[in-house]
């Protein structure tokens, strides 16, 4: 029996990004249905061709960084969404705040979603936020 999972990324932490990523794609590499919606601080780590990469936390999310074998959160979502069918969804509202339009993200990402919709999608569902 599978799940449904909805994941929340709203921080742009390292350490945050990466157990959103990690939970993702375990989720739907085994079956379950996956939608990741990301706003806020998470989103602008998503535009096609950017170097910026996000803060760390801790000693651990500098761990992360530097050790060999870590798949970095943005080949997690990537490997999510391809391999997976997980959805990757960016809000609308951060998205005409940021000034950025739906083409400006990594192509894994689908259509620019409301709050809204995705709670109302998530009903029934596990609800995860990072």
Do not use: W
């Not at 029996?1 to 709203?10: D, G, K, P, T």
């Amino acid at each position: 029996m599978s799940q449904n999972y909805h994941i929340v990324c709203l921080t742009g932490t390292r350490e945050k990004l990466q157990m959103a990523a990690m939970f993702a794609s375990v989720a739907a590499a085994t079956g379950d249905r996956v939608t990741v919606f990301f706003s806020m601080n998470a989103l602008p780590f998503f535009i096609k061709n950017s170097v910026q990469q996000p803060p760390v936390e801790s000693r651990f999310g500098e761990m992360i960084e530097s050790e060999v074998g870590v798949p970095p959160f943005k080949q997690l979502f990537k490997s999510a969404a391809e391999l997976g069918d997980a959805k990757l969804l960016p809000c609308s509202m951060a998205l005409d705040l940021l000034k950025i339009t739906k083409e400006a993200l990594d192509p894994e990402f689908g259509p620019p979603t409301g709050l809204t919709r995705f709670l109302n999608d998530a009903e029934g569902g596990q609800l995860l936020t990072f």
